[in-house]
């Protein structure tokens, strides 16, 4: 380490410390050391690991820093840490899902994306703390502001361990709110794109039509550059479609050719947002002036979150199956109750469900096309909510997960508790580099006032 390295290594954005890296001012080992020291100093308070070892960790960067100085090919994310969520299969790591009913279970290969990490040079540094079998029963880790505070879920350790700077990119998924919602209580950049962008081989199964893989950073920059590197086709993922990968950060780092012009969307669970929020929301509207125009769904819409939870529901019935029927006294009372629901949802209900997706984005892409690049939405009902021991309400991200959006939350408002309020960007199904751009735009447009 020389004299121009920063004394924490941890401190460190993905994109600066990829910068570093490839200008030989520190080392992957150097950096992986930089966030085991802040995770020895924090995890107690934070809790955001389930499984971590050290040593692998530091052996992964010493042979990613011998390849560099051996002068071999490195991918865009060689010797960066990335923290993997507890749902993804990762080889020689115990992967227990949240549930004692999984309890030591170690998969024999890796899931696509941990594949595709370790091939675009990243250093899996462990498995971070998800909810119970990725739903809403609250796992150990703690809000990094305020441990009193819970860090939402299901992704609650990936987004707890990048807001505490033990590692500067994880991964998360999302079937309901469970990228953007942790996101937006810890104070970090959320990302879930677009359905079927990111193959979900290897992950838990929880609803098909509506999981989705997510990433999170500290700048929207950052999350480009772990996303775009995830995005491809997998022949085991039916979602995945053979398409060019996007280029996601470079667009990301351009400026938009006239100035975009946001569609502030209350949507119908606005009454369910704190008074904080709205008037939160009502600064920034004004704040973007001639930027952003409200704009108020059609009626059609107000039935969303019943479809899916119809969805939801009776795939968690169908694919939580077997741990119902063998450890269900094992289960949380409201992942029983949520199955037990499920259950009951008879065929016709569920495909009639399912069957109004495709009206919803119809109605919303005729939206965007009229003359929006963006929605401008919360991400949540307000700041993190106090107490452990629930994860907050998802009903902010449902809509635009039923209908596969992608959907960023930035970092940009706190809340009168000192707690980051998050703002929530939703773009045009297959738009994620615009939307990117965009985000990015409204960073600047906030923090140059």
Known sequence: M?????????????????????????????????????????EERVQAWAYLDPEYALNQAREADLRRREGKPLGPLHGLPVGIKDIIDTRGMPTEDGTVLHAGRTPFRDATLVSMLYAAGAIIMGKTVTTELATYAPGKTRNPHNPEHTPG??????????????????????????????????????????FGLISRHGVLKQSPPLDQIGVMARSVEDAALLAEQLIGFDEEDP?????????????????PPVPPTLAFVKSPVWKQADAQTHEAFAELVAHLGERVEEFKLPPGFKDAWKWHQTVMEADLAKNYEHDYAQGRDKLSATLREQIERGRRVRAVEYNRALDQVPALNSALEQMFELRYEAILTPATAGTAPQGLASTGSPAFCTLW??????????????????????????GPRGSDARLLRTARWLVAQVQSS
């Open 2 to 42: 020389n004299a121009e390295t920063p004394m924490d290594l941890s401190l460190l954005g993905a994109a600066e410390a990829a910068s570093a890296l490839a200008e030989g001012r520190i080392s992957s080992e150097e950096l992986v050391q930089g966030c085991l020291a802040r995770i020895k100093a924090d």
């Open 153 to 194: 879920g299901s992704s609650s350790g990936s987004a707890a361990a990048v807001a505490a700077h033990m590692v500067p990119l994880a991964i998360g998924t999302q079937t309901n709110g469970s990228v953007i919602r942790p996101a937006a209580y810890c104070g970090v950049v959320g990302y879930k794109p677009s």
């Open 239 to 255: 979602a995945t479609r053979p398409l060019p990968r996007p280029p996601l950060r470079e667009i990301a780092m351009q400026e």
């Open 401 to 426: 997960t039923l209908c596969g959006l992608p959907a960023v939350t930035l970092p940009l408002m706190r809340g009168e508790d000192g707690l980051p309020l998050g703002v929530q960007l939703v």
